[in-house]
């Protein structure tokens, strides 16, 4: 059967996962795009890349570091910027280099402890990772053949070998998780992660309920919003709150290097057809959606990366949009052509 | 006095920009508040507002001082300086209205759009409108909480003359017809003339404020204020 792979645990998570991420993801990018503030998701998922290595090399489980850490970043970020007057565009820059500049100093020189190494979820991921359990097969088939008088001298070797192979597996170990981290790892996710995804998405779209009003008031314009008792500071730093959850999961399904695709790309597509609020929302939310769930679907049979997959889809439905704009097909508003 | 504004100083890293100012605004009153650019109109407007709160003095709405409580803030409707609104932004009219709106009630924005004659419009987006429709939009917006008080920071500024008048007419009906007390900043000597009943001119200190006749047959402060005027506009150059 052509879609038996989705009977696959593995699938079904990512799917799951892959739906909750898409929701959340563009509700909450719709409102940084129109605080022309798009790239701040950017940075918080390479803030939050810091917060893995941070995680790693301090011995707590790391997407839970870089949730803390990307948030806290944002938090004090813009507690700055809003001091000294930095601009938006300034402010992205610095909190995605220094996210990134801590991420690969900490992953430099953090070791992998034994007991990651004995996570044998983790182990099975590894490329090669069958070629260090035959080297260990056949040590020991070897080692079985030895006479006792050249034991101890075939036991220094087998140690020094060991130590190598573990040496080769905490490199490999290294770079796997670096590159998960930046390019997605969706059908590595587990049971406890889709529910963590799930309560965390559930969460975001109450918040977003209740506040969006006054949300939408303050993306429209903070002085008016503030002149009609909004307190709109607070209502901004739930915003970089709940923006700091959604990159940190989201980098699950795309990582960090794609995280921005996310909260961006189904938003400018829908603001080309969204004659309201409501329209444009509920677009978004299907742009964001059919790419997450489409992307899952076409990469696993083809052996692609999820990752780009569902970004390259979004990026087709913008290019259709922007076609169909163009040649005026279909009536739609916002983002006028510019004519010569 | 429905505001009160004592000895209201602001000072901008040594400069100052408002200098002991006092005067009172009585329920119903129409208060054209003239002055050249850089007078410290906007500065007395982010006051009274709540946006600048590093002044010396008290500023008192409905007798309670603006710094124990925001509460006033609801009973005011404010119309900022031309707008600046993204063409982009995807929010219809109504939905501009029914975000700024406190309770939930679809019949008021209808009502409010109609006071400005922007009813059959409801359904377009904001972006898609001239200045002068999206101010009176912002009049619209400014209704939809039922306010006693309207303030108008130079709310005609870039809109053509045809809107303009418009924009008048719905002030002097909400004004007569709604008992709105209204306060309006403006650089039209011949508009704050026809429409407001009471004035206040400012130059960083205030040197009039009182009946509108008073101040427009005045020769010797009529002068006075071109004098003024042409002092600041030769400073800004």
């Known amino acids: ?340 | 006095m429905i505001v009160d504004i004592e000895n209201l100083s602001v000072d901008y890293s040594g400069i100052k920009a408002l200098d002991k100012i006092s005067f009172g605004i009585a329920e119903g009153d129409f208060l054209g508040i003239i002055g050249p650019n850089g007078a410290g109109k906007s500065t007395l407007f982010r006051c009274m507002l709540g946006l600048h709160t590093g002044y010396d003095g008290t500023i008192k709405f409905f007798d309670k001082d603006i710094h124990e409580s925001k509460k006033y803030l609801s009973q005011i409707g404010y119309v900022p300086q031309k707008p600046v609104i993204d063409k982009n932004f995807p929010a219809t009219i109504r939905e501009i209205l029914a975000m700024s709106q406190h309770s939930n009630n679809p019949k008021k924005i209808d009502d409010a759009l109609q006071k400005v004659w922007m009813h059959e419009l409801a359904d377009r987006r904001i972006g898609d409108l001239s200045v002068g429709q999206q101010q009176r939009v912002f009049i619209a917006k400014a209704l939809v909480n039922s306010p006693k008080i309207l303030v108008l920071d130079e709310p005609v500024t870039g809109i053509d003359m045809y809107n303009q008048d418009l924009f008048f007419q719905i002030l002097g009906d909400l004004n007569k017809k709604e008992k709105i007390s209204i306060i309006w900043s403006s650089h039209d000597l011949d508009a704050v003339e026809r429409l407001a009943n009471k004035v206040a001119c400012l130059n960083k200190t205030l040197f009039f404020h009182g009946i509108s006749e008073d101040f427009f047959s005045d020769e010797e402060m009529m002068k006075k204020y071109s004098e003024t005027s042409m002092q600041m506009h030769m400073h800004h150059h």
Not at chain 1, 2 to 9: A, H, K, T
């Open chain 1, 1 to 340: 059967m052509v879609f038996e792979f989705l009977s696959d645990q593995s699938v079904q998570y990512a799917l799951i996962s892959g739906i909750a991420i898409a929701l959340f993801c563009s509700t909450v990018g719709l409102f940084l795009v129109l605080r022309k503030f798009a790239l701040f998701g950017d940075a918080l998922a390479h803030t939050a890349f810091g917060g893995v290595a941070f995680g790693l090399f301090i011995g707590v489980y790391p997407l839970w570091a870089a949730y803390i850490v990307s948030i806290l970043g944002a938090l004090g970020l813009t507690k700055l910027r809003q001091r000294f007057d930095i601009s938006g565009d300034a402010a992205v820059a610095i909190l995605l280099t220094s996210g990134i500049a801590v991420g690969i100093i900490l992953f430099s020189i953090t070791d992998v402890d034994d007991h990651q190494l004995d996570d044998e979820h983790d182990v099975k991921q590894l490329n090669g990772i069958q070629n260090i359990e035959e080297s260990h097969d056949e040590e020991s088939h070897d080692e079985e053949s030895h006479d006792e008088e050249s034991h101890d001298e075939e036991s220094h070797d087998e140690e020094s070998h060991d130590e190598h192979d573990m040496n080769d597996f905490r490199d490999m170990k290294h770079a796997h998780d670096m590159e998960e981290f930046l390019f997605g790892s969706i059908l590595q996710i587990k049971q406890e992660n889709v529910i963590t995804i799930l309560i965390l998405c559930v969460i975001i779209l109450i918040i977003l309920r209740i506040i969006y009003k006054k949300l939408l008031y303050a993306t429209f314009s903070e002085e008016q919003a503030k002149v009609s008792g909004i307190p709109v500071e607070k209502i901004n730093y739930l915003l970089i709150g709940m923006s700091g959850v959604a990159a940190v999961t989201s980098m699950q399904l795309v990582g960090v290097l794609l995280v921005s695709a996310l909260f961006v790309i189904p938003n400018v597509s829908a603001m080309l057809y969204g004659r309201s609020f409501k329209q444009t929302i509920t677009l978004s939310t299907s742009f964001s959606l059919f790419s997450v769930v489409m992307g899952i679907i076409i990469a696993i049979p083809f052996g692609i990366e999820p990752s780009g997959c569902i970004v390259l889809l979004a990026i087709g439905i913008l290019i259709v949009s922007l076609i169909i704009k163009s040649t005026g097909i279909v009536k739609t508003a916002g983002f006028s052509p510019k004519v010569a």
